[in-house]
Structures are given as structure tokens and as C-alpha cells.
């Protein structure tokens, strides 16, 4: 029998498949320093003081899955060189990845806002695996607190008080949409009941994106009031609202035939072409266009993922798995987590996120957007086989 857990908000399928800085300093601090400073101990905010950038939102930007350098069937010691956790022979410290967040927001050392490089003095990371807009919001204003922690509107004021903020980027949406409920239904489709979800999923999907799209543009408006309350000027920082990445490709570009298992015992990627292609060609754009006008609604900076992953996604034929014969690395090995539904390498919440690969190819999309004029929207695309320093910006389609 296939079974389904949950891990937060953030949730994958679970059974049997076997898987699933230079000038300035990069520093993620901790926010409960930063209000047991408070906003008074120094001159600070609007203008003045060290400046930052950090990040809002859900697993896509908290660093969920940062752990792996791509995926492998070995299951012992650091699994080919794939698992950053390995400490020696069988003992493992996620900690080494995501410090004091493992087994919740799991902060990655990797995250975008910390891989982007020296976009400001320091880099705050608030956002957590499993984050709704509700989140977000000030609590004031109808946010809720997750895993121990205060909205991140809240959170935010306290850095707009005691850092010169140049930048916010946000990710967020996902979970509102339920993106892990679409996963677990597409992947029951294969595995026990041979049929499609495409066609369920999408009526469902267009029954929520209106209310989603609607938490998105409040959670942008939740960050612009707790900014213009510190003192700062719309026009004095940049807003980066993201979209999101394919985990999974197209039918026809995934190295796994979908006539037996393999999708499912060794690849951790048990979907139908026709349901990965509706995700990468309908879903993922979908969202990705209702983000964009969110984006020009509200003033902020749109920064395109919908083609981040191409050709490094779980299960793609331009990638491979890790082995002994085949090293971790950045230029072959895949740039998402896959599925690993027996848990034996690591939780089930990093399945269907970017890797560490991923990661440093998202900082580095980060980096060359803010290196654009803010009102700039733009897509960011990899280079086949080059690494995170290939990434490229075009118009946003």
C-alpha cells in the first residue's frame, strides 16, 4: 500500500518508491537577536546603518531540500557525496544545512538570499517551509504565527528598524494553492489508480487561484505598510515577487519510461507524461502569470522561475542520478529533490524543491535581477551543462 503523511504544509507522497562574501558579509541572523536588540540601540533604518536584503515567504526560498547535491539510490554513508549532513558512517546532522530551523523552516545555508552574494551587509532569511500568505501578514491584520515563530510582516518590522533594507524578495503561494495536495493526488494516479489528474486538478486549481492571487497581492501590501511604518519611501527598496519552478519535466524529456516502475523505484518521479505536462505547461504558467500581474499591480519587481529548472529537473534526460561512477555535480547531477517516499534519506518535506544546485542557481537568478532596473520583470534560464554561474536573464514571456 502507497501512504501519504504530512510535514507541515509542505507535503509529498510517501510508500514505496525508494526516493525521493566578498565586500559585504552574507549573514543570517536570527530574529530573535535582532528584537532582543530592538530598534533603538543604534542609528538605523531608512538610509542609515547596515544595510540587508532578505527573504520572505515559503519553502521555495527558505532553503527547503538544501541538503542535497542531487540525488542517489545509495542509501549509507554520505550517499555518493550527496547528503551535506553526512557527519560519518551513518550519523547525519541536518543542522550542518539548516542550523536551528532543521525539521521546520529549514533555512538552508544555501538559500537564494544567501547564495545571491553580497547584495547588501547582511541577508536575513524569514521564511519558512509550509508559509500561506497568512504568514505573512501582520498579526494585526489577520497573520497567523508558524512553527514557534511571529507573522513575517512582524518579524519584518523589527529589520526595517534596525537595517537600511535595500531588498525583499518573496515567495509565496504555493502552499495556498496546495501544490503538495497536487503532488500526492498526481502521484496516487500512478501508482494505484492508472489514470490522469490533469483534468481534477485544474478545475480545482481554477477554483482556488483567485483567492491565492489575492493573498499575494495582500501579502506584498502587508510588507509596503510595514515598510512606509518604519520610515522608508516605496521607492527607496525593491520588492522581488518570484514565481516558481518545475520540479518535474515534460513527458518527453523525462529518461524514464512511464510503461513501468522505474518512474517510481528509481527515479522518486511517479507521474504520467500527460500530467507532467499539464504541470510544466499549464500549471506552473499559470500561476507564474497571475504572479506577474500581482507583480505590476503592486510595484514590485517580477522574477520569472517557470523555466529556472529546464532540463535539471527530477527524473530529466539531460541530467543524471549520482553514483559511484558518476560524482555529484553541478553540471550533470539534478538540480531538485526527488521523492523519496520511504524517508530513509532525509524528511519528506525537501521532495519537489531545488537542491542545493538549485539554490545557488536561485541566488544567482537573484542577483542578475537586482543587478536590473527595479520595474524590470525577467526570466531566469540555466545554461545546459554549465553550472550556477550560467544562468541568464531573458524577458519574461
Not at 517580477?302 to 523555466?307: A, C, E, G, P, V
Request: proline fraction near 5%; include cysteine; charge should be neutral.
Amino acid at each position: 500500500m502507497i501512504g501519504f503523511r504530512k510535514a507541515g504544509n509542505d507535503r509529498a507522497v510517501h510508500g514505496r518508491v525508494r526516493r525521493t562574501a566578498g565586500a559585504a558579509t552574507a549573514v543570517m541572523l536570527a530574529v530573535g537577536g535582532l528584537l532582543s536588540a530592538g530598534a533603538g540601540t543604534s542609528a538605523a533604518g531608512p538610509g542609515t546603518g547596515p544595510t540587508a536584503v532578505v527573504s520572505m515567504g515559503d519553502s521555495y526560498v527558505s532553503g527547503e531540500a538544501g541538503r542535497w547535491k542531487g540525488n542517489s539510490l545509495t542509501d549509507s554513508g554520505s550517499r555518493n557525496g550527496t547528503d551535506r549532513a553526512w557527519v560519518s558512517g551513518s550519523s547525519y546532522d541536518p543542522a550542518k544545512v539548516y542550523g536551528a530551523s532543521a525539521g521546520g523552516c529549514d533555512r538552508s545555508d544555501s538559500a537564494e538570499v544567501l547564495s545571491a552574494g553580497p547584495l547588501a551587509d547582511t541577508a536575513v532569511n524569514l521564511a519558512c517551509s509550509g508559509a500561506t500568505s497568512e504568514n505573512v501578514f501582520r498579526a494585526a491584520n489577520g497573520g497567523v504565527p508558524l512553527k514557534g515563530e511571529a507573522p513575517q510582516a512582524d518579524q519584518l518590522a523589527a529589520i526595517a528598524a534596525s537595517r537600511d533594507v535595500r531588498v525583499i524578495v518573496l515567495s509565496i503561494g504555493g502552499n495556498d494553492l496546495g501544490f503538495a495536495d497536487i503532488i500526492e493526488e498526481c502521484a496516487y494516479d500512478f501508482v494505484l489508480w492508472g489514470s490522469y489528474c490533469y483534468d481534477d486538478q485544474q478545475y480545482a486549481v481554477d477554483g482556488k487561484i483567485d483567492a491565492v492571487v489575492a493573498g499575494i497581492g495582500k501579502s506584498v501590501d502587508e510588507i509596503r505598510a510595514v515598510m512606509r511604518g518604519a520610515g522608508y519611501a516605496d521607492s527607496s527598496y525593491r520588492v522581488v515577487l518570484q514565481s516558481y519552478p518545475s520540479p518535474i519535466p515534460r513527458g518527453a524529456e523525462n529518461r524514464y519510461t512511464q510503461s513501468d516502475w522505474s518512474r517510481l523505484n528509481t527515479g522518486g518521479c511517479p507521474f504520467w507524461n500527460r500530467d507532467s505536462d499539464w504541470a510544466r505547461d499549464s500549471l506552473v504558467p499559470q500561476l507564474a502569470n497571475r504572479i506577474k500581474a500581482v507583480a505590476a499591480a503592486k510595484g514590485a519587481q517580477f522574477l520569472d522561475l517557470r523555466d529556472m529548472l529546464q532540463g535539471r529537473e527530477v527524473c530529466a534526460k539531460s541530467s543524471k542520478l549520482v553514483s559511484s561512477s558518476v560524482p555529484a555535480s553541478a553540471r550533470t547531477s539534478e538540480w531538485a529533490r526527488w521523492i523519496d517516499t520511504n524517508e530513509t534519506q532525509g524528511p519528506v518535506q525537501e521532495s519537489m524543491h531545488p537542491n542545493h544546485y538549485g539554490q545557488l542557481a536561485l541566488g544567482r537568478c537573484l542577483a542578475l535581477a537586482v543587478a536590473q532596473p527595479a520595474a524590470s520583470g525577467v526570466s531566469c534560464r540555466n545554461t545546459p551543462g554549465a553550472d550556477h554561474t550560467g544562468m541568464y536573464l531573458t524577458p519574461v514571456p
